[in-house]
């Protein structure tokens, strides 16, 4: 009939318009991002009929799909597991690594469910679209893991549900950790969401972790503005910070080379940043003035997130279109 295919080609052909055109290689990416805004819609419907309209999205309550049942079973795994699905003869089975932090699992559980999109659930057991398995580490497989991904986030911080939020228009971490806490979710996932999907941020976030005096980059998400600045992967602070208590040697050599001067400030608020107080520093980067804001995500933990931004924000609330 249509030869062979992918789960992700399987799923354009179904339920996308003319779907053909996007079997190409010129214009595959952007079917990609068609069948993404589909299965979006697909998300809200899910979320509505299972009551699922406050904050937090309470994800863990979803028990069916169609036809196919939804269990949760938090399992031991190994280390490098955090979550399976498993379809079987009454629909699908959840397993999460009962090791993971809540929202971690969260997350996990989201991304799993997404994974159910890819299955034929009018009959039972749920049957993997597609004529060959995307074997992990193909094309294919990192194809449909990006549109899990994205829907993983849909499902956590659904569209509809950022209307009305007031901390949305206003760039900084103070407003950050009040989003984390209102929708539930890891910083990865509200970030990802802000800057890149729904571009409602015109910024850039690193998360770094710290072992001793060595900072190593855990995560970097830049906005479209920010394609051009290098983030530092790893940020070494010396073991002597009084003899470099601010970190601007060669301040006039560093202006001229904007990436030396964002470590080097990056660096200097690493060393203050604290659990309980952000800290900022001002910035030109490209001409424009920014600002760097850096905190400590935790007493106990050793992450560290910065969250760079123009200092006069861009975007007003009419501005952005949900």
């Known amino acids: 009939m249509w030869g062979s295919l992918s789960s992700v080609e399987y799923l354009m052909l179904k339920r996308l318009d003319n779907p053909e055109q996007y079997l190409t290689e010129s214009k595959f990416k952007e079917g990609v991002a068609k069948l993404k805004e589909v299965l979006r819609k697909d998300v809200h419907k899910i979320l509505v009929d299972n009551g699922l309209i406050n904050l937090p999205i309470r994800i863990e309550k979803i028990d069916k799909i169609g036809m196919a049942k939804i269990r949760i079973e938090y399992a031991d795994m190994n280390e490098n597991e955090q979550g399976l699905l498993i379809p079987d003869e009454r629909g699908f089975i959840i397993k999460v690594n009962r090791m993971l932090k809540r929202l971690k699992a969260r997350t996990i559980i989201a991304h799993e469910l997404s994974h159910t999109f890819f299955y034929d659930i009018k009959e039972l057991p749920p049957r993997k679209y597609g004529t060959f398995p995307s074997l992990p580490g193909t094309k294919t497989y990192w194809i449909e893991e990006d549109v899990c991904r994205f829907l993983a986030r849909e499902f956590l911080m659904p569209t509809f549900s950022m209307k009305g939020l007031r901390q949305l228009f206003d760039v900084s971490i103070e407003n950050l950790i009040s989003l984390r806490r209102a929708f539930e979710v890891t910083y990865n996932i509200l970030l990802f969401r802000l800057i890149k999907d729904m571009e409602l941020w015109e910024s850039a976030a690193i998360i770094y972790n710290r072992k001793n005096n060595l900072f190593m980059k855990e995560l970097a998400i830049k906005g479209k503005g920010y394609k051009r600045v290098i983030i530092p992967s790893h940020i070494i602070i010396p073991s002597d910070t009084s003899s470099h208590p601010t970190f601007y040697a060669r301040q006039k050599e560093a202006r001229r080379k904007s990436n030396e001067l964002l470590r080097n400030v990056i660096a200097n608020s690493l060393i203050k940043a604290t659990p309980d ?43 952005i279109s949900l």
């Open 277 to 319: 107080k952000t800290i900022k520093e001002n910035i030109r980067i490209s001409g424009r003035p920014h600002v760097i804001e850096v905190r400590k995500l935790s007493p106990k933990g050793e992450r560290f997130l910065v969250l760079i931004h123009p200092r006069e924000y861009a975007k007003s609330p009419l501005e």
